[in-house]
């Protein structure tokens, strides 16, 4: 049974900076993707930035140059370091992973099998 939990979530303020994490277990997988996706009030869960299993990165374009995805040592841990937030950042952020994946990873909410719960980040001007 793969387990995600998110953590790291607060207010800040604009500018301010912010990193996320996501601890997985149950996931021995050799191949897979992992990501990050948000989702604002009203609005759809949107694809922020995801990972492969051998280190590639794809990244929303509204939040390239400020987020970078990683993952820990023992990949059981992924993380999200948010730079110059703004307010149109505020949402849930939620961890998502891909039961088995191949190539370069997308941030389509398709692709993922298993969700964390999600953790909130508001932004304030």
């Known amino acids: 049974q793969v387990q995600l939990v998110e953590s790291g979530g607060a207010s800040v303020q604009a500018g301010g900076s912010l990193t996320l994490s996501c601890t997985a277990s149950?996931?021995?997988?050799?191949?897979?993707?992992m990501a990050w996706f948000r989702q604002a009030p009203g609005k759809e869960r949107e694809g922020v930035a995801s990972?492969?299993?051998?280190?590639?990165?794809n990244y929303a374009d509204s939040v390239k140059g400020r987020f970078t995805i990683s993952q820990g040592s023992g990949r059981n841990t992924l993380y999200l370091q948010m730079s110059n937030l703004i307010p149109e950042d505020t949402a849930t952020y939620f961890c998502a992973a891909s039961r088995s994946a191949y190539g370069y990873p997308t941030l389509t909410r398709a692709t993922y099998d298993y969700w964390g719960q999600g953790t909130q980040v508001t932004v304030s001007s």
């Open positions: 990972i492969s299993s051998d280190g590639r990165m």
């Open positions: 149950g996931y021995t997988l050799r191949n897979y993707f």
